[in-house]
């Protein structure tokens, strides 16, 4: 059985095209940390058929930010090798138990937080406009994301992204309790008969209510509906996208001047997998007494903040990356660091405490950051 599900693997991901050049492992952010070498991994596979399944700690470092992919003269992609062993620790039940409660919660409860699916619209208190639902008509479908819905923190950027959609008078609605984990995480660790379960609910509530343009505020579900679920999901816009196009139409106009020094940090899953750099940046610069700093990793070399991949629900020995971001960040004279995802606002926001530059760093969302520019005209809250 492991000769043939190592022949699938390599066949599927064409891993006997690999050189062993080990641009992947060199390039790889977390081989900082810990002895991952994902060179040997597509080795082993590829080459020789075998289930490289030791050190399982190695694996589970995994973020799949795609930087292996990049990297790869070849074009291959190895982080997909490291899911795919993922999938076999899963069906042969080796995996930590934090990992098997969100896999769980995201099979009882349609998001891996634990969370009661009655619980998912609790970010909309206190918008001050009624929020529509899907079955009322619409133009866009908010695609929220599990993180947006439950973190207590990312609620405030899913909240800041309604009132911006408001404010610029689009016609928008969401699935509210009926919303779905998009899965990208499921998928990530290895768990994939039930992100298809997952990506079959949402194909089926997309259909059922007429959607056709979606936007939503979390990378992991746009690369979800963008690259997992087939080309189904035609228009699907990150915010960050959404709303340059929106202050290029003139329909938002942040006029309060914020005084910051703001540096982005590029969330992996909107960069390096799916090539969305300069949007972002178009949003903070759209704000007035903001200056835009870059870190010296950016873009395609940004330094992965350690949230994805599943990694929100398994810890890694060794210093955090997110940790190492905040200082260079501190260092670059910045006073916020700007993101566009949630899991990079949850990680680099523990990371500015762990780090004790509270007093020093704020970490914003750009919808945050471009709300509080408007809201000192319009008064919106």
């Known amino acids: 059985m492991a000769l043939q599900q190592a022949l699938e693997l390599a066949e599927s991901?064409?891993?006997?095209?690999c050189i062993q050049c080990g641009l992947c492992t060199g390039g790889c952010p977390?081989?900082?940390k810990i002895p991952l070498n994902v060179r040997r991994i597509v080795r082993q596979v590829g080459l020789f058929y075998e289930l490289p399944l030791e050190p399982v700690e190695a694996l589970w470092a995994c973020t799949t930010c795609g930087t292996c992919e990049l990297r790869c003269p070849k074009q291959l992609k190895p982080f997909e090798a490291i899911i795919g062993l993922r999938s076999v620790l899963v069906e042969e039940g080796?995996?930590?138990?934090?990992?098997?409660?969100?896999?769980?919660?995201?099979?009882?409860?349609?998001?891996?937080?634990?969370?009661?699916?009655?619980?998912?619209?609790?970010?909309?208190e206190g918008l001050g406009f009624k929020l529509k639902h899907v079955s009322e008509g619409f133009e866009w479908l908010y695609f929220v994301g599990c993180t947006p819905a439950?973190?207590?923190?990312?609620?405030?950027?899913?909240?800041?992204?309604?009132?911006?959609?408001?404010?610029?008078?689009?016609?928008?609605?969401?699935?509210?309790?009926?919303?779905?984990?998009?899965?990208?995480?499921?998928?990530?660790?290895?768990?994939?008969?039930?992100f298809e379960e997952l990506r079959g609910d949402n194909l089926a509530k997309f259909e059922r209510y007429g959607v056709e343009r979606i936007v939503t505020p979390c990378p992991h579900g746009f690369n979800a509906l963008r690259?997992?679920?087939?080309?189904?999901?035609?228009?699907?816009?990150?915010?960050?996208?959404?709303?340059?196009?929106?202050l290029d139409e003139g329909k938002l106009k942040?006029?309060?001047?914020?005084?910051?020094?703001?540096?982005?940090?590029?969330?992996?899953?909107?960069?390096?997998?799916?090539?969305?750099?300069?949007?972002?940046?178009?949003?903070?610069?759209?704000?007035?007494?903001?200056?835009?700093?870059?870190?010296?990793?950016?873009?395609?070399?940004?330094?992965?903040?350690?949230?994805?991949?599943?990694?929100?629900?398994?810890?890694?020995?060794?210093?955090?990356?997110?940790?190492?971001?905040?200082r260079e960040a501190v260092e670059a004279g910045a006073n916020v660091i700007a993101v566009a995802c949630p899991f990079c606002l949850v990680t680099l926001e523990d990371a500015v405490k762990t780090a004790g530059l509270e007093e020093k760093l704020k970490v914003m969302d750009i919808s945050e950051l471009l709300l509080a520019s408007i809201r000192g005209l319009s008064g919106t809250s």
């Not at 991901?13 to 095209?17: D, I, N, P, S, Y």
């Not at 995996?95 to 009661?116: D, F, K, Q």
């Not at 679920?229 to 996208?241: A, F, K, R």
């Open 94 to 124: 080796r995996i930590e138990r934090t990992l098997i409660e969100a896999l769980e919660s995201a099979y009882t409860h349609g998001n891996p937080w634990g969370r009661g699916r009655s619980k998912r619209l609790e970010w909309s």
């Open 227 to 246: 690259n997992l679920y087939g080309g189904e999901v035609p228009n699907i816009l990150h915010h960050s996208q959404f709303l340059s196009a929106l």
């Open 150 to 194: 439950y973190d207590m923190r990312a609620q405030e950027v899913a909240r800041a992204l309604a009132i911006l959609l408001h404010e610029a008078g689009l016609d928008f609605a969401v699935l509210g309790t009926e919303e779905t984990c998009c899965g990208n995480e499921i998928y990530s660790m290895g768990e994939k008969g039930l």
């Open 254 to 326: 942040p006029e309060k001047a914020l005084s910051l020094n703001v540096i982005y940090h590029d969330p992996c899953f909107l960069g390096k997998r799916n090539g969305v750099f300069e949007e972002p940046r178009q949003v903070i610069e759209a704000i007035p007494g903001v200056e835009l700093l870059e870190f010296e990793r950016n873009r395609t070399r940004s330094l992965c903040c350690e949230g994805g991949g599943g990694r929100m629900w398994i810890d890694v020995p060794g210093e955090k990356l997110a940790e190492r971001r905040v």
């Open 13 to 17: 991901l064409k891993l006997r095209e």
């Open 30 to 32: 977390v081989s900082i």
